[in-house]
């Protein structure tokens, strides 16, 4: 009987977590087509139901940027997809879907700004996908061949009827299949919010530019390093030492304040949380007894990573 009981309890557990996990997952976009600004121009994808396309549950297929599913485009500075949802509902989070390849110059999005707004006129901003899709590895482009990625969170805590997802781009082609928001609890809709109101969305998006850039050099370059301390020939006592102090330098990365364009200098390291980043590659480097100086020669076209 004791294992009996045990048994039901296990399964309804399991039913809870199971339950919890489809109600996080919830996709309240299904249908909604989508407001794009600016239109779409990629020519091989492009076509008239591209405004249905996000929502309708379908992803590409292979040779992303040419099926008819996804939705493109070229030489755009800052893009905004905006879904009515109906109603004010409860968002707990969203995923992105898209496509990278390296040799024909398709990359990853430097951001994915996520605004809300219940009469949409006025937005508020609640954060960057791509910069809380780092929690979940930092996706990797390959020169010759496509990678597929889904820029996810579940981490959202707001409300709104009216979804806008803007962005920056990070090269000259942006491509999407498939875009989700996810219901939240319904306590989200009286909870005070305390996000950022933004009145000027494409301005906004301009502004952080550079704080972009800066993060994602600041997360690629942590995300380098912990896998050089991980593969080292250090002791256990050295790495758990270097990795506990790259985890607090990770999380300074998420309260850099937006830089002064007229003043910033794109000199390595970019600011003082970079500079600590960097000094535990230096003590790594000294565990390991490596000389002060290294120099080698490489041809003048070859790539040069910065470890």
């Not at 990359?107 to 899709?133: C, E, H, K």
Request: net charge negative.
């Amino acid at each position: 009987m004791r294992m009996f009981c045990i048994a039901i309890l296990i399964s309804l557990a399991c039913l809870l977590i199971s339950a919890s996990t489809l109600a996080a997952d919830e996709n309240i976009a299904v249908g909604k087509p989508a407001l794009f600004d600016p239109a779409p121009s990629y020519g091989l994808c492009t076509d008239p139901e591209d405004h249905l396309q996000l929502t309708d549950g379908k992803f590409a297929g292979e040779g992303f940027w040419i099926d008819k599913l996804a939705v493109g485009w070229s030489s755009a500075t800052s893009i905004s997809i905006t879904f009515d949802l109906g109603s004010i509902q409860p968002i707990s989070g969203a995923m992105y879907s898209t496509s990278s390849r390296g040799n024909a110059g398709v990359t990853w999005p430097r951001s994915l700004f996520i605004f809300v707004s219940d009469d949409g006129n006025t937005y508020r901003y609640v954060g960057d996908l791509v910069a809380l899709d780092r929690k979940n590895g930092i996706p990797e482009i390959e020169e010759e061949k496509e990678v597929r990625h889904q820029f996810k969170t579940n981490e959202l805590q707001t409300h709104g009827r009216y979804v806008r997802i803007s962005t920056l781009p990070n090269g000259p082609y942006t491509f999407v299949d498939e875009i989700e928001i996810y219901k939240g609890q319904e306590s989200f809709l009286t909870q005070t919010q305390t996000e950022e109101v933004v009145k000027d969305i494409k301005s906004f998006t301009e502004k952080q530019m550079q704080k972009s850039s800066i993060m994602d050099r600041l997360a690629r370059d942590i995300a380098d390093i912990r896998e050089k301390i991980s593969k080292s020939k250090a002791s256990h006592a050295v790495k758990k030492s270097l990795l506990a102090k790259l985890a607090e330098s990770e999380k300074r990365v998420d309260y850099l304040p937006t830089p002064d364009a007229d003043t910033f200098k794109a000199i390595l390291p970019l600011n003082d949380v970079h500079e600590s980043i960097y000094a535990v590659y230096g003590e790594l480097m000294q565990q390991l007894k490596q000389p002060v100086i290294t120099l080698w020669k490489k041809h003048r076209y070859d790539s040069l990573r910065m470890f």
